[in-house]
């Protein structure tokens, strides 16, 4: 009889791609009614979607994965969680905080190790946001995300269910704080203390570099607020705010093979 734990291997990765993809569509379609931003869509729409397509397909080459590294510390009896009895809720929330760490930790090593930022800039280089910059990331990004993640997770030896209910968790915030859209003021200074909101994450996209680094959280913003890179008011109001790089503001923004090029070159205005 199949377990829990081979369930979580075998399928819980699929239902955790229909289910960010359900609600990225979802969010889409709100957007084109109650859009924050006006802005243009079609050519970026075209590379941001070219991207997610080739970042997947090298997602899915990886031969290693955050639930199956779990698993596999689970098996071996490796890691924090399977020497220390923890109780599940206790493990649960653990799990959550920590693994945001991991989040927040591979994204602060992108913006600071230059040759991480050389990938990761492809993020930072679209011009403009919506649920479709989500999606935009080089490849070249998931391959260290999983060569920075999978040690932790080894070490932290987080329960599986408790991991793919943080992986959702971010599949829905992630979608979520990378929409068009605001909250109203006195929702949007309580939600942002609890999980990245979309004023929030758009602060991060900002072309001034010292926003740039700041609001690193992919879920709970905890550790930006005690790591102090948490930053709620950019110098210009966000209607109306310059997003992206300085350095490029062109067409090749949304050039396709420029992208994918991109890490190996020097950006030039």
């Known amino acids: 009889m199949e377990t829990f734990i081979d369930w979580l291997l075998t399928s819980s990765e699929d239902f955790q791609f229909y289910f960010f993809f359900g609600f990225f569509f979802s969010l889409m379609v709100v957007e084109q009614f109650f859009h924050f931003r ?3 869509r079609k050519d970026r729409w075209v590379a941001n979607f070219i991207t997610t397509v080739i970042a997947i397909m090298v997602m899915m080459v990886l031969p290693v994965t955050f639930i199956s590294s779990a698993a596999y510390a689970y098996e ?4 924090f969680f399977n020497w220390v009895k923890v109780n599940w809720a206790a493990a649960g929330l653990l799990t959550l905080f920590f ?4 989040s927040f930790f591979t994204h602060f090593l992108a913006h600071k190790v230059p040759i991480f930022w050389l990938a990761h800039r492809v993020h930072h280089l679209d011009t403009e946001f919506d649920v479709s910059t989500t999606v935009r990331f080089h490849p070249f990004e998931f391959i ?5 993640g999978v040690p932790i997770i080894l070490l932290f030896g987080f329960p599986v269910w408790a991991l793919m209910l943080y992986e959702l968790l971010d599949a829905v915030i992630s979608v979520f704080s990378h929409s068009n859209i605001t909250l109203p003021s006195k929702v949007e200074r309580i939600l942002r203390c609890i999980i990245v909101t979309p004023d929030l994450h758009r602060v991060h996209h900002s072309s001034y570099q010292p926003e740039t680094d700041s609001n690193f959280s992919a879920v709970f913003p905890v550790w930006d607020i005690l790591f ?3 930053k709620v008011t950019p110098r210009e109001v966000q ?4 997003l992206g790089l300085e350095q490029v503001r062109d067409g090749r ?7 994918m090029m991109s890490p190996f070159k020097k950006l030039k205005k």
Do not use: Y
């Open 76 to 79: 071996k009896h490796w890691g």
């Open 239 to 242: 209607k109306k705010m310059s």
């Open 253 to 259: 923004t949304n050039s396709i093979l420029w992208l």
């Open 228 to 230: 102090g890179t948490f």
């Open 144 to 148: 260290i995300n999983t060569i920075i």
């Open 38 to 40: 006006e802005i243009v």
């Open 99 to 102: 693994r945001g760490f991991i």
